[in-house]
């Protein structure tokens, strides 16, 4: 269940809250960039979220710069919490500086292993899964933060290098499962 490091991203194709970003609908390739991706399971409602939204904005502004592809997605089911509805999703995709997709069968949260919200995936540019886990170990004081995981995942890519750290445990919110 789910990935391992070294495993080939999973596809997907799932509908975009953010289409001037990406388009109605996005692939897994169309949000490769020529150094990789990195796939972001998040959400609207979760504390851990809304406190690291301008870090994963700031995140997504670097990855585009280093060639890095970067795109949100929000599996958690919206009976449980309609704060994650589409509707809420577009609302939010307004601010947003990524494409931020939905996946409305739970279907890629499954195939990935998503535990949390955040839960950061990144892959190199063969789509293979290099670092999985969080972006930092402070994801809700920024003033906290003395490990950068993905951070350092991404300068090892990079530089041709595998990351030392390649498996953390993310901290948020559970994935709201349906039922």
């Known amino acids: 269940m789910g990935l391992a490091i070294g495993d080939a991203a999973p596809p ?32 609207n409602h979760c504390p851990y979220v809304i406190a690291n939204i301008g870090r994963m904005e700031s995140m997504a502004v670097w990855c585009d710069e280093v060639g ?16 994650d509805s589409f509707e809420h999703m577009q609302k939010r995709a307004t601010s947003m500086g ?14 990935y292993g998503a535990k949390r919200t955040p839960e950061f995936f990144l892959f190199d540019a063969n789509d293979r899964l290099v670092y999985q886990g969080r972006m930092d170990d402070s994801p809700r004081d920024p003033s906290n933060v003395t490990q950068t995981e993905l951070n350092d995942a991404i300068e090892a890519l990079k530089s041709g290098q595998e990351p030392t750290v390649k498996v953390t445990e993310s901290i948020g919110c559970s994935v709201k499962w349906k039922a």
């Open 12 to 43: 997907f194709e799932l509908t975009n809250a953010h289409p001037s970003i990406g388009g109605p609908a996005m692939t897994f390739d169309d949000a490769t960039g020529a150094l990789g991706t990195v796939v972001v399971f998040e959400c």
């Open 68 to 83: 890095l592809g970067f795109v949100g997605i929000n599996s958690n089911d919206p009976v449980v919490y309609p704060n």
């Open 98 to 111: 990524y494409p931020y997709l939905h996946d409305v069968t739970q279907d890629i949260a499954r195939a």
